[in-house]
């Protein structure tokens, strides 16, 4: 079945710091994928997203690249900011159109 | 509206009770999700509707739920007879096309009491 796997957390960064969140993903045929955000007290937001292989997801400094060789769509951020923490989650949109999402990675920042 | 509205935002309801929860989703957009986040279990599926098409209710966890979509716009979730394990947060989502990242409402945090 489709299936998306995600770094447990919670992940605890200094500002500034790089920041990667590991997503490997099992699925039939060609999916899409995302990640999206979930900032304390609000509701999950769109952070970037791959529809084919070797796409690149950017958005506020985040990026994630859609390796098909590996299964994998790794989140990354150069330098974390105090304005980051948030549950990230890895998402997966296969060909029956059930998004599936990973277990969510808790990032904490020092400032 | 701008976004996908969810409602109520919060509910508070005894065990035993029906509920409703409703979704108005983005004007013009054809898919709609439920999706149900409960502490500790991440987001779990539980229902698919595309335009016309007849909706996909694999993720429904037991006959006491079912939802609807009328007319292609609003949906309703209903919960019957609420089981303490109903307390979670219920998402909707929707968008214009599938292969568009979906847009999620805030959600509606229901606790069964």
């Known amino acids: 079945g489709n299936s998306v796997t995600q770094m447990e957390g919670p992940v605890t960064l200094s500002e500034e710091a790089f920041l990667t969140i590991n997503c490997t993903y099992t699925a039939t045929g060609y999916p899409s994928l995302f990640w999206y955000v979930q900032y304390p007290g609000e509701g999950l937001q769109l952070l970037l997203k791959?529809?084919?292989?070797?796409d690149k997801g950017s958005n506020k400094g985040f990026e994630a690249t859609y390796r098909k060789e590996t299964t994998s769509f790794h989140l990354e951020k150069g330098s974390v900011q105090v304005s980051d923490p948030a549950v990230y989650f890895c998402a997966l949109l296969p060909n029956d159109y059930k998004l599936s999402f990973g277990a969510g990675t808790t990032v904490t920042v020092r400032a | 509206g701008a976004g996908v509205s969810q409602s109520p935002s919060n509910k508070v309801t005894e065990k035993g009770k029906d509920v409703e929860l409703r979704c108005d989703p983005i004007?013009?957009?054809?898919?709609l999700y439920w999706y149900r986040q409960s502490l500790g279990q991440g987001l779990e599926f539980l229902i698919y509707?595309?335009?016309?098409?007849?909706?996909?209710k694999s993720g429904l966890p037991s006959d006491r739920f079912s939802a609807e979509r009328t007319g292609g716009s609003v949906s309703t979730l209903t919960i019957q007879r609420t089981q303490q394990e109903d307390s979670a947060v219920y998402l909707c989502?929707?968008?214009?096309?599938?292969?568009?990242?979906?847009?999620f409402g805030s959600g509606t945090r229901l606790t069964v009491v």
């Open positions: 989502a929707s968008s214009p096309h599938v292969d568009y990242g979906y847009t």
């Open positions: 509707f595309q335009g016309n098409s007849a909706p996909d």
């Open positions: 791959a529809t084919k292989a070797d």
């Open positions: 004007s013009g957009h054809t898919a």
